[in-house]
């Protein structure tokens, strides 16, 4: 089948200080920042569900309830921070504050030893992550060809992937060299989010999604919420909401792994590794790709792959190449979706509600993601994890043709549309 969606109007037409076939310079400087700030977040990340299940002792109901509020509970915030972007027109100073606030939660990490504690933790982090996310985005558009925007997110989250492998892999060290260094790892990771705070304070200017050099750029319009009827967007908020229920947790194929092969506790760090390794390497070439043929199309494709990942996590085989195989599906998912998902909500949305529209598509995955992680973990505590994955697969197999249906369109974006 083949998916594709056309981009035409005036307003997706390369403006801005991106213009051109290179990646701006903001986009690489955002995305350094993302780097350092997935070091601090996916080393705590990395380590949160053996922390949880192993040194606490919470069940899998309670992992699940704290997984969909790390997953979720950022939908509560994602439109308000891209509205607030759009209308202010300070998308840098958005993002900064949900920066600060992120960093802000690693230090109540230090001190969080019980559900209660970890449950305010986690939501104070994930709520910076949806204030931070839309408006962050909303800069790389406006710093990007809109013909090009797939090859710069591509590009973002390749560096952001950078961050999110070396994250795990300096829990793996700290916990190889401590075996009981889970404060250690929270103190390195307070480090590392205050660096990517203030780098975004003190480099990244505040561009406006709206802007165009001043010889060919009228007052820009304001934003208005009619700027967000477009029936393509509506299409992919609605799909991307099917796909998000059936789309559970890293952290639970990882603890199925773990259980099944068996291996040491203090490699579980490492699988976080591979997966993003594989993301860091197909981030932009998936985003290239997804600018020629078609973003919707690599967007099912992304979510195939999730589906071949769950398929291999359900086998009741053991052995180190069927891991691997699950974390290169799970990386190549990740890959294909990431990113793409914020193209087409640009695709779709003016320049002045940009950070909006990303908020929306942003929004309604992780409202399905809230819904769906405490619904896995209490089908794996009720049936055990195997059948909880064959079940969530055989739902997400049904969705996809579904999705193919809704994402269809009369043609497939162009570079110099």
Known sequence: MYISLRS?????RPQGPGTGAKVSSVVI??????????????????????????????????????????QGISAFVRIAAGWASDRGGQPKWVAFFGY???????????????????????????????IRTAPRDALISASSDAGNFGRSFGTHRMLDTVGAALGPLLAFVILFLIPDGYSTVFVVSLAFALLGVALLGIVVPNIRPA???????????????????????????????????FTIGDGFIYLLLQTRGAFATQWFPLLYVGTNLTFLALAIPFGRLADRVGRARIFVVGHLALLAAYVVAALPVNGAPLTIVCLLLLGVFYAATDGILAALASQFT???????????????????????????????????????????????????????LLLRGPARVRADA
């Open 211 to 245: 802007e165009r050099p001043a010889e060919t750029q009228p007052a820009a319009p304001r934003f208005r919420w009619k700027q967000l009827t477009d029936p393509r967007l509506r299409r992919l908020l609605v799909a991307a909401g099917l796909l998000g229920l």
């Open 350 to 404: 003016p320049p002045e509600a940009r950070a909006t529209g990303i908020a929306a598509a942003q929004t309604v995955v992780a409202l399905s993601r809230l819904v769906a992680s405490p619904t896995f973990g209490l089908l794996w505590f009720l049936y055990g994890s195997q059948a909880a994955v064959v079940g969530v697969a055989v739902a997400l197999a049904i969705v996809i043709p579904v999705v193919a």
């Open 29 to 70: 400087t955002l995305g350094i920042v993302s780097m350092l700030t997935d070091i601090s977040s996916e080393s705590v990340s990395a380590i949160l569900p053996l922390y949880i299940t192993g040194v606490i002792g919470l069940s899998t109901i309670a992992y699940g309830f704290l997984d969909g509020i790390y």
């Open 100 to 130: 600060g606030l992120s960093a802000l939660a690693r230090v109540g990490l230090l001190f969080a030893s019980g559900f209660a504690a970890l449950t305010a933790v986690i939501t104070v982090d994930r709520l910076g992550k949806g």
């Open 8 to 12: 035409t109007p005036d307003n997706m």
